[in-house]
């Protein structure tokens, strides 16, 4: 079992940053992927980036280059880097947790950001 809370949203002005976190409480952070997702009004969630307990990360192709998700296993915490943002990235961001073998998926309450002039 894990429980995340993601933290760090805001409002920022095109062209700026913001680096989200998610603290995960629990056991075994190291045996889940991990993953930020976002949803936008009326629109479904959609994935931003995944980063494995092992493996290659990966990114939605809209945030290529101007996003980057880590990892830090002995804080079990995951991390979103966001640089550059545009008002199209403007949404609720959720960190996500999936079990390596069992795949049950572990969500947080998400964090505004809204990206706005």
């Known amino acids: 079992q894990v429980q995340l809370v993601e933290s760090g949203g805001g409002l920022v002005q095109p062209g700026g940053s913001l680096r989200l976190s998610c603290a995960a409480s629990?056991?075994?952070?190291?045996?889940?992927?991990m993953g930020w997702f976002r949803q936008a009004p009326e629109k479904q969630r959609e994935l931003v980036a995944v980063?494995?307990?092992?493996?290659?990360?990966n990114y939605a192709d809209s945030v290529k280059g101007r996003f980057t998700i880590s990892r830090d296993n002995a804080k079990n915490t995951v991390y979103l880097q966001m640089n550059s943002l545009k008002p199209e990235d403007t949404g609720v961001y959720y960190c996500?947790?999936?079990?390596?073998?069992?795949?049950?998926?572990?969500w947080g309450q998400g964090t505004q950001v809204t990206v706005s002039s």
């Open positions: 980063i494995p307990r092992s493996g290659p990360t």
């Open positions: 996500n947790a999936r079990h390596w073998y069992r795949g049950t998926d572990y």
């Open positions: 629990g056991s075994g952070f190291s045996i889940y992927d």
